[in-house]
């Protein structure tokens, strides 16, 4: 049975938004995470502003664990946690959990290689200058990073539109999704095609939208 | 003003020990300027992370304005780093900064109000002579502009002390002057104690008091600008001297000299403070039978004293030429030269 493309606009347009819905409350919860994550891993690492080994081991061991499972295998592995969560284990917010435990490991590291590039003397001088660690934080990490930061939370949010795809599984819907379950699946050329190209818009105008923002930070 | 007690830096490095700092006394007066002067890796750059604590020392007391820093807690050590300065060879400013932002952040830190920051802000950009700049980026300014910012910033909270860590490292000739004469300024107008490290030999030769210098961790040898300059004791030492001033007489001199023969009659003269200003040598050449020949010299200045030596040949009968040396004795220091030990 064949779907008109006309007549299926409301769901494609339906997907779009559960598509940016989950993207959305995703990379804002994983932020939130991947962020603090992130600052922590610079500055216990070796040599950093408060120096701790073992925090550091702990918490890049932990990253490293998140970030090396398939999101489709997490998907599954934690669905009685985000039951837990959520209260249910379909539907567009059970798959904003996976995609948040996804993302947020992703996330401290970006924010981590964004901080490591802030130079190590203008540290050192806000050191010498009497700064506690917290000002440092806030007044030289990340005011020096942001761009920086901008740059790569573009690239995890791409990442989190690939991904919410495959949150079709768990019944997130989505444009991903529906471009599997129409136009994969049920081979709906015209669907599938619509879809991908939604995607690719969405993709082009959050990078469009990052590159600018950067661009404005770096040069106030 | 800071002293250094027995002061070592220790790094353990894949099993071996690195003596960075090795057992250094060293006292920096009030109101002076200190330089530190060594080759890179001598340790200097150590030496003074350790006046701020930036780096602990692993032994030894570092001691500012009578107090053990190395017994502080962290808040006390950094109240007590407010009061210490600091520039850098790469200025280290904050690129996302403007000027003023940058000058304010130590003010801002401190919790400044924003009415007594602003003014300071503006007082010290004054004094700097960056006024005009102060809504640019560290980015759109040249070198010697950017360690303006780096001057300013480090005086914002006027600090007792300044640290000067390879300044002028990364600037040309002109700017490293300027920067300088800044930094004098800012000792005879504000009496800060500034101690800076530097490789550079014109750089301590411009505006220190007195100075260290330093191989190996350890302090080889150290004394007044003049101690250093007129008679360098240790090899480093005299080679730090040579690069300034050529303290040897030109091959192509020697080879001259050797090559009549006979015997020769050549000293070096050496210039101290007022006498550099005299015509001893016309004096001589007037007063008894000797004709002056000079080979080498050079006269340079050292605080603003001209300060340098001559070499220079006296011909005449024996008789007159110990008079005459007699003479010049009296005044400046004269040495025999052998012809072929230069």
Known sequence: MQVNLADFWPRILEATNQTLLMVGISLLLATLIGLPLGIILVVTRGGGLLENRSVFNVFSTVVNFF?????II???AILPFTRLIVGSSIGTAAAVVPLVIFSAPYIARLVESSLL???P???????AMGATPWQIIWRVYIPEALSSITLNLTIATIGL???SAMAGFVGGGGLGDLAISYGYQRFETDIMIATVLLLVLIVQVTQTIGTFISKKIRRQ | MIEFDGVSKVYQAGGHELRAVDEVDLTIRKGEIFGVIGFSGAGKSTLVRLVNLLERPTSGRVVVDGEDLTRLSKPKLRNVRKRIGMIFQHFNLLESKTVRHNVAFPLAISGVPKRELQARVEEILEFVGLSDKADQYPEELSGGQKQRVGIARALATSPDILLCDEATSALDPE????????LKRVRDEYNITILMITHEMNVVREICDRVAVMENGKVIEKGTIFDLFSSPKHPTTQNFVRTVMENEIPASI???IERRGSERNIYRITFINEHAGEPILSRVAKQFQVEVNVLFGQITELQGTPFGHLVVELQGEDKEILRAIDHIQSNVS????????G
């Open chain 1, 161 to 163: 539109v690939g991904a």
């Open chain 2, 175 to 182: 700017t490293t002057k300027s920067i300088l004469r800044l």
């Open chain 1, 121 to 127: 003397g203008v540290v050192e001088a806000a050191e």
């Open chain 1, 117 to 119: 590039e802030v130079k």
């Open chain 2, 334 to 341: 004269i040495q025999e030269v052998e012809a072929h030990a």
């Open chain 2, 254 to 256: 020697l080879e001259g």
């Open chain 1, 74 to 76: 997490l998907l599954v």
């Open chain 1, 67 to 71: 970030r090396s499972i398939p999101f």
